[in-house]
């Protein structure tokens, strides 16, 4: 059945996620996954036994409970924000965020500004709305400030995305200079600031996390965090802090989307930050993870120091490793799936094409044990050498 001449033309042209495509390779047994931005199940805290299941089967209020943003508010107070409940909206997963907040400002005469590269379902959301994402120059302390000056002025946008706090999938995290220079000059031009921030507990190292939200003066901002990366993700509970201008457009589009985010998992999350775990259950994941990340850094270095370049992530979940020259990210896919080995090439994070497009390999350290890494490094450092 043809049914094309019912879809939208933003729709037709929609290129499925590479991470959502590959997921049926990473949930086969045998199989060893550095590909998704997936938590290690085993650090996950039990769920918290329910009360007042009986709230919890009706309809709810749009914008959350209640209960739930009142933590996201303490959440943020100590990140800098000093913000109120009602200028916080509960989203399915800061994904459902980025949807929202698309559908608010972006239409086919919009262009945004993300990083070079970014998150690819960032970019997803934001094209099926008709908008130009137009990626800027980036580097190890951040988008370049230069370069983000020349693209507001050659593309007249209509906001700027960043992920500041390990980025993803870069790993990489803003510099407080950088980030204040980021704040001038969206200041100076009147730009919205779209910040995500959903990484930000999982910090190894002493770097600095200020918000650029909380050192803009003048400009509208948007910030989004996500308890999936620390949590529960099957939850998919997310949320947005917005300046006071936004509050009631966010809550008419969420209204519009879906009527209201999941009670019982906005109950479980509340229990658990009031249970007074959640500080303990974070220094938990930041030691399990800092250590996994530590084992995959010695494995490249051990295995491919002389072929590979990559930064050590202060934080996060993920190594952005590039390749040797005329070694495609693609074929290292391919040839390692044979062994077993899943890895993510680095094409998907380019919103423009690029020449540096197939030269990168995002590696998740997050769910696979330390004896697994050595495993799937040893697999891939095989493969490339092959390659190369």
Known sequence: MDISHLLTSHSRNMEASLVRELLHYSQQPD?????????????????????????????GPSEGEKDLRECIVSIVAERGIQTSTDNVLVTNGSQQGLDIVSRLILDES??????QPTYLAACQV????GAKVQDVMSDAEGMSVSALRDAIEKHHPKAVYLIPNFQNPAGHCY???????????????????????????????????????????????LY???????????????????????????????????LHTNRLGQSMITQFFKSGQYPDHVIKLQKAYKEKRDVM??????????????????????????????????????????????????????PCKSSL??????????????????????VLAKVIRQLA
């Open 110 to 115: 919009s262009t945004i500004l993300t990083e």
């Open 297 to 350: 850094a010695e494995a490249l270095n051990a295995e491919l120091g002389d072929l590979i370049e990559f930064s050590l992530p202060a934080g996060g979940m993920f190594f952005w490793v590039k390749l040797p020259a005329g070694v495609s990210s693609q074929l290292v896919l391919t040839e390692a799936l044979k062994d077993k080995v899943l890895v993510l090439p680095g094409t998907p994070f380019f």
């Open 31 to 59: 199989v060893l996954s550095l590909a998704g931005g997936l938590p290690d199940e085993n650090l996950m805290p039990a769920y918290p036994e329910l009360k007042q299941l009986t709230d919890s089967r009706q309809y």
């Open 126 to 129: 934001f094209k099926l709305q």
């Open 224 to 258: 989004m965090g996500s308890f999936s990366k620390v949590l529960w993700p099957g939850l998919r509970t997310g949320y947005i802090v917005s300046c006071d201008a936004f509050s009631p457009y966010l809550v008419k589009v969420k209204q519009a989307v879906d």
């Open 175 to 221: 510099s407080l200079q950088r980030r204040c220079e980021i704040a001038a000059l969206l200041d100076e031009k009147n730009i919205l600031l779209i910040e995500d921030d959903p990484y930000r507990d999982l910090c190894y190292d002493n770097v600095d996390l200020t918000p650029i939200s909380i050192l803009i003066k003048q400009a509208p901002w």
């Open 357 to 378: 497009d197939d030269s990168f390999l995002r590696l998740s350290f997050a769910r696979v044990s330390p004896a697994q890494i050595h495993q799937a490094i040893t």
